[in-house]
């Protein structure tokens, strides 16, 4: 899957590109199956909501599901982050399921990912990025995720450890230096069905909202880097900022399908 | 200004009404120069946010603001009140300001307001309804109203009383319920400049996330009631649950602009 001249064009310029349906239903419901298991799991890599045992997010995935695996290795997801970036020779910094499960979901503040790229590990530059695929629809009820377009040129803004808010400890950004950057770039939130993708830079300024509704908003994020910018401080364990800087092999394109057909196989 | 036929109709279907525009931004501007002194105000009325001091609420605003005293009496609001209540007796059982602070406005839960009328102030029959009256605009990403359309024609619900995840006690309804009703009638969330007014009904569920926008999501509430559906017990505030059931006289359509007119010629 390659992005086309205007497709890397809009990246640059607005810090994000949306692409719908990017996989098939068939491919969603093979994802989607392993969540119930995933989530069930009593360890340190599946993160609760503060005060209640909802799901907020689950770490590493790619080494101990195997669908997941697949996943991390997807021509899909892996192609536009090379790139973008520039480079094939990228590997995994983080891999992560994000629940906001219906009802419970709570806010994440307004940051970048790179403040914390840079200040708890030491990435020495913004060569790295997001991919996030949607396990579920995201729609305007269900706490999207909220960018605002063009913030990512103003390259790393200050931020300050928030360790209360929520469960996960975050650099967020304070109000004064949201207020003007929304005064100039506004605020988008894509939406769309399960299978659908959201590149954006490791500096574009983004937050989520709470989710009231039934409905929960799954989205599993690959954060991408250059093998030539690996972090240089261990401070987080490597399941939450990967140690393991090995270039990522790409699958072929129906991996995923493939590993269906051979489950029900051996299981005839 | 009177609802038409087909405007009282989609009222009974839906269980709300939007009308964009309804107040000018002369008007508009009147209003909102008051909002900084009332939130000033150090008095039981002025509700904080948990663990903050932006302002969630202002209640009975009409008996200590000369420009809320006109907007209480509004032939605008009033008037489509009697005609979807049946009744030119109605008073004001509430009367708030909900602000929904930019950056720090706190969710309000699945509720019904007539579940809190029945349960705490002993109204009668739910023969109340809302009037809101967007005094900044509202947009996707500042917390807006979420209702789920036709959940009025179940009733009054079950529901328990929330006394801990905000500053204001609330009769919640169970998740359980909350997605049976979305099932069936999905969420809406109606949009608008200031000015615009929403009128639903006293047993239409309803809903607000969080604001992380810079954007303040100021909403006046009208709680209109018959007066011969008068409330029987006296446990709250009458500043929050009326005890004065004096019907309301209308004002004449241009009262607020006449206001500022007076205003402007007795400083001359």
Same mark, same amino acid.
């Given at each position: 899957m390659k992005l086309t001249a205007d497709q890397l064009a809009e990246f640059e310029e607005e810090g994000f590109l949306f692409l719908p349906r990017v996989f098939s239903p068939d491919e969603m419901d093979l994802l989607n199956s392993q969540l119930g298991r995933i989530f069930a799991e009593d360890r340190p890599e599946v993160i609760r909501e503060k005060g209640s045992s909802s799901p907020r997010s689950a770490f590493y995935v790619q080494t101990w599901n195997p669908v997941f695996a697949l996943l991390a290795r997807h021509p899909r997801l892996v192609e536009p982050g090379m790139q973008i970036l520039s480079s094939d020779k990228l590997y995994m910094h983080q891999f992560k399921i994000n629940a906001k499960a219906a009802f419970d979901g709570a806010v994440w503040q307004w940051h970048q990912d790179y403040a914390t790229w840079f200040n708890d590990?030491?990435?020495? !530059?913004?060569?790295a990025m997001n991919i996030a695929l949607f396990l579920a629809e995201a729609n305007e009820f269900n706490g999207p995720l909220m960018f605002i377009p063009r913030?990512?040129?103003?390259g790393r803004l200050e931020a300050g450890h928030d360790v209360?808010?929520?469960s996960y400890p975050l650099w967020t950004i304070d109000n004064a230096t949201i207020t003007r950057l929304v005064e100039e770039g506004g605020i988008v939130a894509p939406k769309g069905p399960p299978g659908s993708i959201l590149l954006f830079h490791g500096n574009l300024v983004h937050a989520s909202g709470s989710n009231l509704t039934p409905w929960s908003r799954w989205i599993l994020y690959l954060s991408l880097n250059r093998c030539d910018n !690996?972090?240089?401080?261990?401070?987080?364990p490597t399941w939450i !900022?990967?140690?393991?800087f090995t270039p990522i092999e790409m699958l072929p394109d129906g991996c995923l399908l493939d590993y269906r057909r051979a489950v029900a196989t051996a299981a005839q």
């Amino acid at each position: 899957m390659k992005l086309t001249a205007d497709q890397l064009a809009e990246f640059e310029e607005e810090g994000f590109l949306f692409l719908p349906r990017v996989f098939s239903p068939d491919e969603m419901d093979l994802l989607n199956s392993q969540l119930g298991r995933i989530f069930a799991e009593d360890r340190p890599e599946v993160i609760r909501e503060k005060g209640s045992s909802s799901p907020r997010s689950a770490f590493y995935v790619q080494t101990w599901n195997p669908v997941f695996a697949l996943l991390a290795r997807h021509p899909r997801l892996v192609e536009p982050g090379m790139q973008i970036l520039s480079s094939d020779k990228l590997y995994m910094h983080q891999f992560k399921i994000n629940a906001k499960a219906a009802f419970d979901g709570a806010v994440w503040q307004w940051h970048q990912d790179y403040a914390t790229w840079f200040n708890d590990d030491d990435m020495p !530059a913004p060569r790295a990025m997001n991919i996030a695929l949607f396990l579920a629809e995201a729609n305007e009820f269900n706490g999207p995720l909220m960018f605002i377009p063009r913030s990512h040129r103003r390259g790393r803004l200050e931020a300050g450890h928030d360790v209360t808010t929520t469960s996960y400890p975050l650099w967020t950004i304070d109000n004064a230096t949201i207020t003007r950057l929304v005064e100039e770039g506004g605020i988008v939130a894509p939406k769309g069905p399960p299978g659908s993708i959201l590149l954006f830079h490791g500096n574009l300024v983004h937050a989520s909202g709470s989710n009231l509704t039934p409905w929960s908003r799954w989205i599993l994020y690959l954060s991408l880097n250059r093998c030539d910018n !690996a972090i240089r401080r261990f401070k987080r364990p490597t399941w939450i !900022a990967n140690r393991d800087f090995t270039p990522i092999e790409m699958l072929p394109d129906g991996c995923l399908l493939d590993y269906r057909r051979a489950v029900a196989t051996a299981a005839q």
